[in-house]
């Protein structure tokens, strides 16, 4: 624990993580330390994507050992080869997200945004955009046969793909906002607790806060770091990285858990004794019942405290387009992503919005970045800095949206994204900055193996108007506020 300072800015959560350790409960924060030093190779991308299954190939980054695999195949090809499968998978989660998964998925462009794609798309290629992309991006991963810049040409255009496909679905806030609150205090009380994480469907939702409201005992349902909900968002305790820790305190009764979630918060729950349920075989009035029997009994480690708890609300494009239109001297400066534990939890999303609104800057945001926000009241209720929360299946496609209704990419200071939850945000990243627009990624990406392939993806993406800046380290907050307010 003597490092407990760079795991986490919020004091209740570092004293909950005294608390789990005096327990003996190992979290992901340990799980993340064991497993330093991480594959140098990966981390790299200098260990081969393709799938020949004569190898696994790897290259000497340092070049006293390997300097090609086994077919050939060089640094820049096997680095570009991998940046493309990552957007191949992007591009498949975008699609299962856009609900179109049965059948041919394409772009749905805001109306302000549809000349710059089909102007971007024809600089890396032109033809149509659909999901028969991916196909392509699969078939030139079965046997290297392609240079570095056609792969990475390829990866920026699954990334635009996977950024139209966010506009598939209409924001949640499209007709008004839609409020959330956040926070420990959203546990305070003695109602029994219900935690659900990952993606549940709909339908369980509403039947859990039926049952529970129908209940004698008192129950409420709470989201674990997950936005869960449609014109109501379930009061979140806290983000994602947060949600074993949550569940370790004592708080939660019975936990709902849906895909996506990860395997750490159910083997969680069945070492503390905790009712744990699959969300596509629960049943709502079954999860009440278990949480009001489990009440009575652990210990909770989590003392009441019904101030910490931050409160803001979704907004839509056109909301946030409208805003820029009124103040024409602002420019939108979007901090969004998920947690890291790369970096001190929350210390990205609370120290630049200060620095940013310092430099006339209107900030917005989405995810676990805009949770920490709202945490420390940024999203609402301090009068220094306003943050706006956009919707975060498409935090960056309405950034630009904005930005562009609002009287062009000019009007954008940048998109950085504190973390990447995984390969769709990466592709959505790359989408955004083939579109023209200023993006920043605070944790490093598998590309500094090879010179070639950053060379080459920064030489396209400049192609298209746009600038895509990496670290070989996970970033500083003042090295990405000086990526900010330099133009």
Not at 33 to 43: C, H, I, N, V
Not at 278 to 283: H, N, P, S, T
Request: charged letters at 20%.
């Amino acid at each position: 624990m003597e490092s407990i300072h760079i795991k986490t800015v919020d004091p209740i959560s570092q004293d909950l993580l005294r608390s789990a350790a005096r327990r003996g409960i190992d979290l992901n924060w340990e799980r993340y330390e064991k497993q330093q030093p991480q594959d140098g190779f990966l981390r790299t991308g200098l260990s081969c994507p393709y799938g020949c299954l004569q190898g696994p190939c790897r290259i000497d980054p340092f070049g006293r050992g390997a300097s090609k695999g086994l077919c050939g195949l060089e640094r820049d090809g096997m680095a570009a080869a991998l940046l493309l499968r990552l957007c191949v998978n992007g591009a498949l989660e975008a699609v299962n997200m856009s609900g179109k998964a049965g059948g041919s998925a394409v772009p749905a462009w805001p109306s302000a945004l549809a000349k710059p794609a089909a102007a971007t798309l024809k600089k890396l290629g032109g033809g149509d955009l659909s999901s028969a992309e991916i196909f392509a991006g699969v078939a030139a991963l079965a046997r290297p046969a392609e240079g570095a810049p056609a792969l990475v040409r390829r990866a920026l255009r699954l990334g635009l793909l996977t950024l139209g496909l966010a506009g598939v679905r209409p924001s949640r806030a499209a007709k008004k906002p839609v409020p959330f609150s956040v926070g420990y205090g959203v546990l305070a009380g003695k109602a029994a607790t219900i935690g659900v994480c990952g993606q549940v469907a709909p339908d369980l939702v509403d039947g859990l806060l039926t049952a529970a409201k129908a209940s004698k005992t008192a129950v409420r349902v709470v989201s674990l770091g997950s936005w869960i909900g449609g014109k109501a968002l379930l009061p979140m305790a806290c983000t994602s990285a947060e949600a074993e820790l949550v569940t370790a305190s004592g708080a939660i009764d019975a936990v709902v858990w849906g895909p996506v979630a990860g395997a750490a918060v159910p083997a969680l729950c069945a070492q503390l004794g905790i009712p744990a349920f699959v969300a596509a075989e629960a049943d709502a009035k079954a999860v009440v019942t278990a949480a009001v029997k489990a009440k009575a009994k652990g210990e909770k480690c989590l003392q009441d405290d019904p101030a910490v708890v931050g409160a803001g609300e979704v907004i839509s494009a056109e909301t946030l387009a409208a805003e820029l239109k009124a103040d024409k001297k602002a420019h939108l400066a979007v901090i969004g992503g998920v947690d890291t534990l790369q970096s001190p939890l929350g210390w990205l999303p609370t120290e630049l919005p200060p620095a940013l609104a310092a430099a006339k800057c209107k900030v917005a945001s989405w995810g676990d970045a805009a949770l920490w926000m709202a945490k420390r009241g940024f999203a609402g209720g301090n009068p220094g800095v306003q943050a706006r929360v956009l919707d975060g299946a498409r935090g960056a496609l309405d950034a630009i949206d904005a930005a562009v209704s609002a009287g062009g990419l000019s009007r954008l200071r940048g998109i950085a994204f504190t973390g990447l939850g995984g390969s769709r945000d990466l592709a959505s990243a790359l989408g955004a900055a083939a579109l023209g627009a200023r993006v920043c990624v605070a944790v490093p990406l598998p590309l500094w193996g090879s010179s070639g392939t950053r060379d080459a993806l920064a030489a396209a993406v400049k192609s298209c108007g746009g600038s895509f800046t990496h670290f070989d380290h996970p970033a500083t907050a003042d090295e990405v506020r000086a990526w900010f307010i330099k133009r």
